[in-house]
């Protein structure tokens, strides 16, 4: 018998899923009692280099309303050939296919091991990958031509017969032509106008006018040839394309004094959303935009464009001092849900040290799947490296992106769907299996991932609908189903089937077991994603006062520390993108976004694990934090004096230098792996960059609890949060207190 | 044609009624006339017209006197046998009769019985080459106030002495009426035709630019006059009067000196401004827009580069073109290279501007298809400098015809076109010149767009007017924009039918502009003559974002203004840019007595930017006499100018009056001008006697052919379009281009001395002046004409033409062929002396005589009956006689 913890583990490396219980309460008023709810981190595409795709379709339900796949806990009557779906009870005839199938000759999906498979779907036309480069040309000379760079090196790791298209923008919105010689064409609008979609693809001359059309017949939806002059694949265009990026000039228009440059971001990804529906809807496509400063002008204005008035931050906001805020939110949401409806999904590389208007243009990632980069400039290798992220390969030399996916959950009747959180949209799929009760994005059992990679992860949320006078009969299983189709990055069509279940358990009489095979970190992460989602959508404290209502955990405190939650010294955009990371990535990395990891390197023994206290930094200790989005490496108090002194390049002290050495190594292997990639800050007692160590590590010792002074133990943290010592004696008070 | 003189049978016996003659004469007392300079009071002679005819002529006597043309007819000339006859001209003609559509209603009366001698009547040749003759390559000083200059078809030398050259200004009269009431008595129009950037021959001194430092120029305090030879200078110097309004100004301290016994600065002739007629001043900056210094000017070429031009291979023509036509933009004197800087457009449904920065390798293409709100889509290598970007130019232009050579696109915008010129300039805070090439009236979907009104219908009613008008809206609020930002539009237009060209060329009539017209453009045929044109466009003489403003003398003032300009307020003449032949018409009125002592002053101030974006004023300042003499008057009055005058004042009033009703306008004011002068200077003598002023006495053709011009006379058969824009072209010309217009020269080649050095004198356009066998060269400076006789011979047919005979002359010849013998060399050292001389290109037509082109060349020979309608000379002097007889009555 394995331990819980290696059972997690094993479903987590198979299926990639983490349940917040393993056991399930079986029914509604049992599992409310339980506060946290039946729910689900779910990993659908993640990387199972060990399986290997069938060539063949899955096998469905023939239940209309069903549809679920042939998987390993069907029924299955070899002699008659039928097999029973497991979630509805209809008994289906194999298809002829079939025919061999026996107790010995069993396909891959109903064998226990394949409780996760994936199918290559043969049927469809196979469409390329589309890249549409909406590159914002109002950035500092340095700035661009390091841009233009690592947009020339991303030509070259695209597959050759993916399409490119090109849109700059600054004053003015320009889509270039990229397949004419001898002249560089382009297409010009005015970045102050807002478009129809319609409106764009005449003006790009995509669409033939209506009224040609002698007896009114409909118009033929596009001209191939057309888009093509837009968006062309990479082999052909190459050459013209690095000339085209290598001739890009800063924005033209000058900037007055006291002004900034006026950017029309919000007709670019306009423009880009326009050509792209006009041309190939429904097919995998990135849009990716890079700006380096805020929208000025135009629909999705942030910021005007005088520079004595900033950019909004959170009072503004709280004071409800935003001019532009509810304007443009809503005009980036509405292009975003018209992309995502075109399954195009939008990526914002953003490195400006100012605001770049995130907090408005979240959306677009967020509900197309799309990445968001944010930095100071494009000069540093933070983007360079996390650009080239993007485009890694796995083993078999395909992209880590898959486009067009989309979600569904089956459950077993005991069972209903909430919601998910995480880079998705609802697909409005309303059935059975769809509970009343929203969490997150609820209200049906679909979602859609314009794109996705193999670390996205959805917050899944389920509800027992079980009556408590209807018990399950002892042994009996809850069994969820989630079908992923999605296009593969070598332009496949495929579908993912992870089928998984779970006993049942009486909450009175097996309330141990069910304690026991409660998944803490999992817990943590899906309740986190709650608060974040809410936190969105709702004030601040509320999210706070709702959340700690709820169960708190360990990791509860250093949670409502959290930039995910905390706004305070953040400012709009950062919040943003901490929000954005922390619902897509997986458990792992979720965890280190609660609660940094500490490592020390001393003298005293092998790298650990410390606390995340202010009592870990100590003189001769050299600490790594990781934090998910900061890598901080900092050198103790003696450290930093020896290091000063050179120690390290003396021979006798070599020991020394490997000790300077080993956190970076490890530091390094973080680096190369994590996307996107951390804020690496190299720091030592006393230097400005170590508030990013300080603002993190529990405040055991403050100014405030003066006996710590003068004590050899640790660095007293200058501030007014509680401690974790305040915070739990708080806690178990009001534990005792309200069970009472 | 008619043998038997003016008593021909009726021309034009299907037009409608009311048509070509002047039946319906004044005497039906119409609402008084909304259009001229009457004035809106009650017309004096406006008595009914009695029974008085002219009906049968035997002979005539010409006289001669010293101020007075004196063309009388024998007594019994107008027999009281006409009076048998009354009402035939009262304006209440019963219906239609034939005979009094055409011609003059007396010459229905009887059967001629002599004929007047043509040769007998004033001849306009006569007069040009006795002034010729008299003038011809003489120094003409401007050191006399109130001197007429001698005509414009001289060659003559003018030396400025304090007066403004002739060919800066010229006046309807150099004698103004003493009060209003004489200018009223009298009729004649005063006005002035200014030209202010006209070219000076080689033989004269350029203006001299005077500087006056940071002040900026010396002008008087009260009426803002600029420093000129008529300031007085007083008080030993210290303190001057203006001449202009009287008011005495102190002298600024850098620009003392002390005066001589005469009372003269010292330094008079070491200063332009205090000796001389015309002279520019240095502009400071507050002459500068946003006090600002200019930049140099920009010209655009904005191509329509849809099917039409692709076919008929003029967009290639056009690039081929410019690559060796843009080495040679306007400069100024003595500079390098020229500092205009150039842009390229191409257009059809959508714009296409070309980025030609130098640092390129090959040119960028920037669509704009929001053709709603016109923007610029770059700043920055748009307008370059051509030495500076030669080689991404040349590229381009190579591009350009085959990058769009497989277009099907039918359809073009044209408001946008202009809307983004002004952008570009607005952009690159500058002024300058759009060349648009446009074939198409624009029907596609944009600001602008524009639809057929043409309605033949319309001809002969209330409404022609409506031809002429432009539609309202969008066109009219771009002239604003292209005014406020300098921006002059010439447009060369290759229709192959109605494009509304009253709408189009709305804009560059507005702007200092010029509008070309091709109709059906043949590459072989009329390329040449566009290149021409185009070249010279590019060429000439030009000043940007100009203002000019007349100020006169107390006692009158200039009240209206005629040309291609916009007029915001009363005083200001703004025009986005005016060239070295665009001349604007003022007129004056009293406002009050004018002393014989003092005369009248004026001083016309053009400020603008020159073509290497330097702001300067360009001040011409004339002095004219007074008098309370009508007779000095009508001495000192000049024909080509009053005619410039009525052209212009005419066409202007055919956008507000039934054309009838100017047309009416015209003869009773010619008729007015001549009865007063009988009534008031001339001696006694025989009312049958026709008396017209010496200097007035071939005003009468002139006005003849001004009413048989395209505009004015109202023919079906004329294209709406060229009558808008001979109405347009002339709205901007100076006097020598109408004289020529309305009196063009018709030049015997067969019979010439081919070893002279000067051409054959013109003679009167006339077809009695045509032989059979003779080769006659017509030109009016829009058209010319090459005549063959029939019986031709075969000896000059082959000496021009190179071909045997003329049943081998086939096809439009549009240029002659390079023959080598005197006869063909001088023919053609004529025609091109004649096209370096005027401002377009006139494309050479060559006629046989009786062959159906020669349609054409008939309508431009004045002294006869109009083709369209329109009386013969000889019949409307009678007429004119006729009506003066009755105002004297």
Redesign the interface.
């Known amino acids: 018998m394995t331990t819980y913890q290696e059972f997690i583990q094993q479903n987590e490396d198979r299926d990639g899923v983490r349940f917040s219980w393993n056991l399930w309460p079986s029914s509604r008023l049992e599992a409310t009692r339980l506060v946290v709810p039946v729910s689900c981190l779910f990993t659908p595409l993640k990387e199972r280099p060990d399986l290997p795709p069938v060539q063949y379709e899955p096998v469905l339900c023939s239940r209309a309303n069903c549809k679920a796949v042939l998987n390993p806990l069907c029924q299955v009557d070899f002699r008659a050939k039928v097999w029973a779906c497991n979630f509805c009870f209809q008994r289906n005839p194999f298809p002829p296919s079939y025919a061999g199938i026996s107790e010995v000759n069993q396909p891959a999906e109903l064998m226990p091991q394949f409780s996760t498979i994936e199918y290559i779907v043969q049927r469809g036309p196979q469409t390329p990958l589309i890249f549409l480069y909406v590159v914002d040309t109002c950035l500092e000379e340095e700035d661009l031509q390091a841009l233009k760079g690592s947009l020339q090196m991303s030509l070259s790791l695209l597959p050759p017969n993916a399409l490119v298209g090109l849109i700059t923008f600054g004053r ?1 919105v ?1 889509v270039h032509e990229l397949s ?1 010689e ?9 970045g102050t ?1 807002d ?1 129809t979609s319609k409106q764009i693809q ?4 995509l669409m033939k006018p209506a009224a040609t059309g002698p007896q009114g017949r409909p118009v033929a939806p596009q001209d191939a040839a057309a888009s093509c002059r837009f968006l062309q694949p990479i082999h052909r265009v190459d050459m013209n394309l690095t000339d085209l990026l290598g ?1 890009l ?1 800063r924005d ?3 900037v007055p004094q006291g002004k900034r440059p006026l950017r029309s971001t919000g007709v670019a990804l306009s423009v880009a959303v326009g050509l792209l529906e006009g041309t190939f809807p429904n097919t995998g496509a990135r849009v990716m935009l890079f700006v380096g400063g805020p929208p000025t002008q135009g629909p999705g204005m942030v910021v005007g464009d005088e520079l004595k008035i900033p950019i909004r931050s959170w009072h503004d906001i709280q004071k409800d001092n935003a001019r532009h805020l509810k304007k443009a939110t809503k005009f980036y949401e509405a292009l975003g849900n018209r992309s995502a409806a075109n399954g195009h999904s939008i990526d914002i590389y953003a490195c400006a040290l100012d605001q770049t208007g995130l907090l408005e243009m979240k959306c677009l990632s967020n509900l197309t799947g799309g990445h968001i980069v944010m930095g100071d400039s494009f000069n540093t290798s933070l983007f360079t490296q996390t650009f080239q992220g993007v485009f890694s390969k796995d083993h078999n030399g395909d992209f880590r992106m898959a486009f067009g996916g989309v979600l569904e959950i089956k459950t077993s009747r005991e069972l209903k769907v909430c919601g998910a959180i995480g880079p998705c949209v609802s697909l409005n799929s309303k059935g059975p299996y769809v509970s009343e009760n929203e969490m997150g994005i609820g209200g049906t059992n679909q979602w859609k991932m314009c794109s996705l990679t193999p670390s996205s992860t959805l917050g899944i949320y389920l509800e027992v609908v079980n009556q408590h006078n209807a018990p399950i009969p002892q042994g009996g299983r809850g069994a969820i189903q989630f079908v992923t189709q999605y296009q593969h990055s070598n332009t496949q069509k495929r579908i993912r089937v992870t089928t998984i279940t779970r006993n049942w358990a009486d909450a009175q009489s097996q309330i141990q077991h069910i304690e026991s095979s409660f998944d803490q970190e999992a817990a943590a992460v899906l309740m986190a994603r709650l608060g974040v989602f809410r936190a969105e959508s709702e004030e601040g404290p509320d999210v706070l006062r709702w959340l700690d209502r709820q169960l708190i955990r360990l990791f509860m405190f250093h949670l409502r520390r959290s930039p995910f939650l905390q706004v305070f010294n953040n400012s709009p955009d950062e919040s943003s993108y901490y929000r954005h990371h922390f619902t897509r990535q997986d458990l792992t990395q979720s965890l280190i976004m609660i609660q940094p990891i500490l490592y020390s390197y001393s003298f005293h023994g092998p790298p650990e694990p410390v606390l995340l206290d202010s009592s870990s930094i100590l003189p001769d200790r050299i600490l790594l934090m990781d934090t998910f989005f900061q890598l901080v490496i900092y050198n103790g108090e003696t450290i930093a004096q020896w290091q000063k002194a050179g120690y390290q390049e003396m021979p006798e002290y070599q020991n020394f230098k490997q000790l300077l050495k080993a956190p970076q190594d490890d530091a390094n292997d973080i680096l190369e792996t994590r996307f996107p990639m951390p804020r690496y800050i190299n720091t030592e007692h006393g230097g400005s960059q170590a508030r990013f160590l300080l603002s993190k590590v529990n405040p055991s010792q403050t100014h405030n609890n003066l006996y710590a002074w003068g004590q050899e133990s640790g660095a007293p943290i200058l501030t007014d949060d509680v401690s974790l010592q305040v915070f739990m004696d708080h806690l178990k008070k009001l534990a005792v207190s309200s069970s009472a | 044609m008619s043998q038997q003189g003016y008593v021909a049978a009726p021309p034009y016996s299907q037009a409608p009624p009311g048509m070509g003659g002047y039946q319906v004469g004044y005497a039906a007392g119409p609402a008084q006339p909304l259009y001229g300079h009457l004035g809106g009071a009650p017309h004096p002679f406006s008595a009914p017209a009695a029974g008085t005819h002219t009906s049968t002529k035997s002979a005539q006597v010409v006289v001669w006197n010293k101020h007075s043309f004196v063309f009388c007819f024998l007594r019994n000339i107008f027999n009281s046998s006409c009076l048998a006859l009354p009402g035939q001209f009262g304006g209440m003609m019963p219906g239609p009769q034939a005979g009094m559509q055409g011609g003059f209603p007396g010459a229905m009366a009887g059967p001629p019985q002599k004929k007047l001698d043509p040769d007998a009547i004033p001849s306009t040749t006569q007069v040009i080459e006795d002034d010729k003759a008299k003038n011809g390559g003489q120094v003409y000083c401007t050191n006399i106030r109130g001197q007429v200059p001698p005509l414009v078809t001289t060659d003559f030398t003018v030396q400025d002495q304090g007066n403004a050259s002739p060919r800066f200004i010229r006046c309807t009269t150099y004698t103004l009426p003493c009060t209003a009431e004489l200018a009223k008595q009298c009729q004649v129009p005063l006005a002035a035709v200014v030209k202010p950037l006209a070219n000076l021959p080689k033989n004269e001194a350029p203006l001299y630019a005077v500087n006056h430092g940071e002040t900026g120029p010396i002008r008087c305090n009260r009426c803002k006059a600029y420093m000129c030879p008529y300031m007085q200078f007083i008080d030993g110097g210290r303190r001057y009067q203006c001449t202009f309004c009287n008011c005495v100004n102190e002298v600024p301290v850098f620009y003392f000196q002390h005066l001589d016994h005469m009372g003269r600065r010292v330094d008079f002739y070491e200063r332009p401004e205090l000796s001389l007629g015309s002279y520019e001043f240095v502009a400071t900056l507050d002459y500068c827009k946003n006090n600002k210094p200019p930049n140099p000017p920009a010209f655009i070429f904005m191509i329509d580069v849809s099917y039409n031009n692709i076919k008929s291979g003029l967009v290639k023509l056009i690039c081929d073109e410019l690559k060796t036509l843009l080495e040679k933009l306007p400069r100024e004197e003595g500079a390098d290279c020229s500092a205009v800087k150039v842009g390229f457009v191409t257009y059809d449904k ?1 714009l296409h ?1 070309y980025n030609v920065k130098s640092a ?11 053709t709603t ?1 016109m ?1 610029v ?5 748009f307008l370059v400098s051509y030495q500076d970007s030669k080689p991404v130019i040349c ?2 232009l190579d ?1 350009i015809p085959t ?1 769009f050579a497989d277009t099907a696109e039918s359809e073009t915008v044209f408001a946008p076109v202009i809307q983004a010129g002004v952008e570009a300039f607005k952009a690159a805070e500058c002024s300058g010149k759009l060349f648009i090439f446009q074939s198409l009236m624009p029907t596609a979907e944009a600001p602008g767009k524009l639809k057929n009104r043409d309605d033949k219908k319309l001809v002969n009613t209330d409404k022609e007017k409506t031809l002429f008008q432009p539609q309202k809206g969008v066109y009219e609020q771009l002239c604003k924009d292209c005014v406020v930002q300098g921006c002059c539009v010439d447009l060369f237009l290759f229709p192959n039918q109605y494009l509304d060209l009253a709408t189009m060329a709305d804009v560059p009539s507005h702007t200092g502009g010029s509008v070309y017209k091709y109709n059906n453009f043949q590459m072989e045929t009329d390329g040449e003559h566009f290149l021409a044109d185009l070249r010279k466009s590019v060429q000439k003489h030009i000043g940007f974002d100009a203002i000019m403003r007349v100020r006169t003398s107390t006692g009158f003032r200039a009240t209206d203004f005629f040309g291609a300009i916009h007029m915001n307020n009363t005083t200001d003449v703004e025009m986005a840019a005016v060239d070295c032949d665009k001349a604007v018409t003022v007129e004056f009125k009293h406002d009050d007595a004018l002393s014989e002592e003092s005369g009248a002053l004026i001083q016309c101030a053009l400020l603008y930017t020159n073509i290497s974006g330097q702001r300067r004023l360009r001040v011409h300042n004339l002095s004219l006499n007074c008098s309370s003499q009508l007779s000095e008057l009508y001495k000192s009055c000049e024909t080509d100018s009053l005619i410039n005058f009525f052209a212009k004042s005419a066409y202007r009033a055919i956008l507000n009056q039934p054309l009838k009703n100017v047309r009416e306008i015209l003869v009773n004011q010619t008729a007015h001008m001549l009865a007063c002068y009988r009534k008031n200077c001339a001696s006694p003598s025989a009312a049958s006697q026709l008396i017209l002023p010496d200097a007035m006495k071939v005003f009468p053709v002139y006005m003849n052919s001004l009413m048989k011009t395209a505009p004015l006379v109202g023919s079906t058969e004329l294209s709406t379009d060229d009558r808008a824009h001979q109405r347009l072209a002339v709205m901007a010309m100076g006097v020598e281009d109408t004289q020529l217009l309305l009196y063009p020269r018709l030049i015997p080649l067969h019979n010439m001395d081919v070893d002279s050095e000067v051409a054959p004198a013109p003679v009167r356009c006339s077809e009695e002046r045509l032989t059979d066998s003779g080769l006659f060269l017509l030109e009016n400076g829009h058209s010319m004409f090459l005549w063959i006789g029939q019986a031709a011979s075969p000896d000059l047919i082959q000496g021009i033409f190179n071909l045997p005979s003329l049943a081998h002359f086939q096809g439009l010849m549009s240029t002659l062929p390079d023959v080598d013998n005197p006869l063909s060399k001088k023919v053609r050292a004529i025609i091109r002396d004649l096209q370096n001389k005027r401002p377009n290109s006139m494309k050479l037509q060559i006629v046989r005589q009786k062959d159906k082109p020669e349609m054409l060349f008939r309508q431009l020979l004045v002294e006869d009956k109009g083709l369209h309608g329109g009386a013969s000379y000889v019949d409307f002097l009678c007429y004119v006689h006729r009506e003066i007889r009755q105002l004297l009555t």
């Open positions: 003015m320009q004419c001898g002249i560089a064409k382009s297409y010009v609008f005015r106008k478009l005449e003006m790009l001359g001739e000039q033209p228009w000058p | 959508v501007f390129l390798a090959q040119p960028q293409m920037m669509v704009v298809s929001d709100e923007f889509p770059l700043l920055d290598g590229n381009l591009q990058m």
